[in-house]
């Protein structure tokens, strides 16, 4: 069973890592994702053996809150999503103004003297040097009162053996306060004890206003990355905009506005021109165009009559339709859409695993990095002040959160970025599997071709005039259930050819179909059959090789009686249109070194033709069902990595198969489920798109990888004073909490970029 939780109090990724570690001991769960960007936990495990209760209290225990998420709707849960955001960036924004108004004060208190500003002359001198700490004291309080909130969680986490950032930023902020009192008690003793050298020294070294501006710069970073991360999700929140939260239906003829939530399957729905469409259903009566542009990337409306499907959240541009409501709620294609998207986001990309591991030691680590930089400066001759002051700086310069947030938010972006352009990415892990691939192996039909045979050529045999022809034909063919046959029926009624009745119908399977039109036999099939009744088949084999060469299937038809002889009156050409933007989809892999197969059940002849105008570079004919898997799995055992594109059920255990599966999004239920990435549009095109965008997700989260690794690479022995005796490079801890809170903030933003790429 796999259900969310909402996860509270996680700050950073030693957070987040420990919420993971502690879940995955529990008995029963099978597989653990946190998400630090989400705040949520998405948890696999076995009813039989564990429960919602002892994952709580598993984490709970371990020094966070947990509840599990309950929603009747995706929209419900955003909404809650977006007002906790709200009420976060709310509370921070009212610590940053305060804590800025006591330590502007503080700062002309503590430097102003370094820059001629002046100050009460009760403040002055070292006669006024315990005021002159007082003060700086008082001030500070009210910042550390403000900002209590990193003093409760890095306490709570110390005791539960699981230091987090909030522990660093305790830790070092506290070391520079309790050093300001330890100064203060000194400047009283030498006050005392007149010891002006004394006083002097101390009150140049209080160190009070390092612990306040550590508290206001982090808050002032953790402000502006809840900011930046709030924008990762507009593309959801664009999405879930989409549907309108009214619907007019109409119940036993009366019409009525109700509330979205109230529509019903089998309800009618009416939407006018300009109006958003409510729910997914059919039309059932009018025509329209629309825009779908919001939820597929189509640029152009959509011509829509009755029968056709609508969906949710598109735009009824100019016309007047009643349609059949056939999905609410959480099943419309919008609510899809966004599940499918936040999904993705809870879910971890393999190379997420390295920030993981590195995330479990890593504040313990900086802890360990602090505690011997101090006691090696003192070792060699440096004061206690220095020796602090270097410490304090590892302590709150050392990022944990840029590791945690690098792969995430850009997880988070990709997959909304994907949607907007109707292309659906299920996990993390399919997104980053996508960027590696070798081969991309195309189903034929629907996939490539339309998936609905037509009418391409007529052939009049023996004087056979073309309309009797095809009367003929599409009255023998209405009886018959065969996709081509069904192709010359509409063709003959859009055409407005006559049918007529059948008589003594009769249907080999395998071969074709006879019965007596208008009192003459008529014969339809393949050369198989026609050679059966003793039809002569010379002019058909020649016609037909022909025909098929171009990739089309020929229906053979003729007429006669068992008595006087069976005559060939006649070929109907059948196929399957390519669609136009197969060509460029194929182009595009091929142009990305992507090697293109085809895999189709149907005969060598129409493969090759389709694979000779499309450029394709193999194509495999005649494949059973049941044999797409193992050409999948020969091609992964030669060294492959394979993308399975289909949109039948025969397609399911391939794309299952595939190192990644992608289903068209008019295929079947089946199909779609079992893919990892689903094309809304139903264009190809988007499977090169996915590939691409794909690669451009991993390509940032490699950069956020980077930055988070060599910031922390640079920033502690920096820190640190490892160039102190060679360059006379210092950092203090006022700088480092500013470089700090600017890393998260550099990895978020560098991640956003990816909602405007092409």
């Known amino acids: 069973m796999q259900k969310k939780y909402d996860v509270t109090g996680m700050s950073c990724t030693a957070c987040s890592a420990y919420v993971d570690k502690v879940v995955r001991k529990i008995d029963g769960v099978t597989e653990v994702n946190v998400n630090l960007l989400t705040n949520s936990m998405v948890v696999d495990y076995d009813e039989k053996k564990t429960n919602d209760e002892a994952i709580i209290a598993a984490v709970v225990d371990g020094g966070y809150g947990a509840s599990v998420v309950k929603e009747n709707t995706i929209e419900k849960s955003e909404k809650k999503s977006d007002t906790k955001s709200a009420d976060e960036l709310a509370v921070m924004k009212k610590r940053i103004i305060f804590s800025f108004i006591f330590l502007i004060p503080l700062y002309w208190v ?42 409760i969680n890095g306490t709570k986490n110390f005791i539960h053996k699981a230091p987090n950032m909030d522990s660093l930023i305790m830790t070092g902020s506290s070391a520079a306060l309790l050093y300001g009192c330890f100064a203060m008690f000194k400047i009283s003793y030498a006050l005392g004890h007149n010891d002006l050298e004394m006083v002097k020294y101390y009150s140049t070294n209080l160190y009070f206003e390092s612990a ?86 189509e640029s152009i409306p959509v011509e829509k009559t009755v029968g056709d499907e609508v969906a949710a959240g598109t735009i009824n541009k100019n016309g007047f339709i009643k349609f059949k409501a056939t ?42 990095i602090a505690i011997i930089t101090a006691v090696v400066w003192i070792l060699v001759g440096q004061s206690f002040e220095f020796a602090l002051s270097m410490a304090i700086s590892v302590l709150v310069i050392s990022c944990p959160c840029a590791l945690g947030l690098a792969t995430p938010v850009a997880i988070m972006v990709g997959t909304g970025r994907a949607a907007q352009s109707g292309i659906l990415i299920k996990s993390a892990a399919a997104l980053e599997n996508t960027q590696s691939v070798t081969t991309v192996v195309l189903d034929k039909t629907g996939t490539i071709t339309e998936g609905k045979p037509v009418v391409t050529d007529v052939v009049s045999l023996k004087g056979m005039a073309e309309h009797n022809l095809f009367a003929a034909a599409a009255s ?30 009769e249907a080999i399977p395998g071969r074709g179909v006879k019965g007596n ?43 006669g009686s068992p008595e006087t002889g ?39 002849l129409i493969a090759e033709s389709i694979k000779n105008k499309l450029g394709i570079d193999q194509a495999i004919a005649e494949v059973l069902p049941t044999d797409k898997d193992s050409v999948i799995q020969k091609l992964q055992d030669a060294g492959e990595k394979v993308i399975m594109v289909g949109d039948g059920i025969n397609d399911a255990p391939a794309l299952v198969r595939a190192d990644v599966g992608i289903a068209i999004g008019a295929g079947t239920d089946i199909a779609i489920e079992s893919a990892d990435i689903v094309l809304i549009k139903n264009d190809l095109r988007d499977a090169a798109e996915a590939i691409s965008i794909s690669k ?14 060599i910031y922390n690479i640079i920033g502690i022995p920096l820190a640190a004073g490892v160039f102190y005796s060679i360059l006379g490079w210092k950092l203090s801890p006022m700088f480092a909490a500013c470089a700090m809170s600017l890393s998260s903030v550099t990895v978020v933003t560098n991640a956003l970029r990816l909602r405007k790429s092409k």
């Open 696 to 709: 451009a997700v991993v390509r940032n989260i490699k950069q956020n990888l980077f930055w988070a690794f």
């Open 327 to 368: 999905k609410v709620g959480k099943e419309t294609t919008v609510a899809k859409i966004v599940e499918l998207v936040e999904t993705a986001a809870s879910t971890k990309a393999p190379m997420a695993r390295l920030a993981d591991k590195v995330s479990e030691i890593f504040v313990p680590t900086v802890i360990a």
């Open 517 to 559: 039109v208008v009192g003459r036999d008529i014969l339809s099939g393949n050369l198989a059959f026609m050679s059966e009744y003793g039809v002569s088949i010379a002019l058909f084999e020649r016609y037909g090789q022909k025909l098929a060469e171009e990739g089309k299937t020929p229906l053979f038809f003729a007429t």
């Open 476 to 505: 023998l063919e209405k009886k018959s259930e065969h996709i081509l046959g069904l192709a010359v029926v509409e063709k003959a009624e859009k055409d407005g050819i006559d049918i007529f009745p059948v008589e003594n119908f």
């Open 110 to 151: 503590s430097m102003g003297h370094m820059v001629n500003l002046p100050l009460p002359s009760w403040l002055c001198g070292t006669e006024n040097a315990m005021s002159f700490a007082l003060i700086q004291f008082l001030l500070t309080l009210p910042i550390i009162f403000i900002n209590q909130k990193y003093f």
């Open 566 to 604: 069976y005559t060939p009156i006649g070929i109907i050409a059948v196929a399957d249109p390519i669609k136009e933007s197969s060509f460029k989809a194929v182009e595009e892999l091929k142009k990305n070194g992507i090697k293109v197969m085809m895999l189709t059940g149907d005969n060598r």
């Open 212 to 297: 306040a501006t550590i508290l206001t710069l982090v808050t002032l970073g953790k402000f502006l990355e809840t900011r930046s991360k709030g924008k990762t999700s507009e593309a959801i929140a664009m999405l879930m905009d989409l549907a309108p939260k009214t619907a007019i239906v109409e119940r036993n003829t009366v019409e009525g506005e109700i509330p979205v939530e109230q529509v019903v399957v089998g309800d009618i729905v009416i939407v006018k021109p300009g109006m958003s469409i409510p729910v997914d259903g059919i039309i059932t009566e009018g025509n329209t165009s629309v825009d779908q542009s919001a939820l597929t990337g």
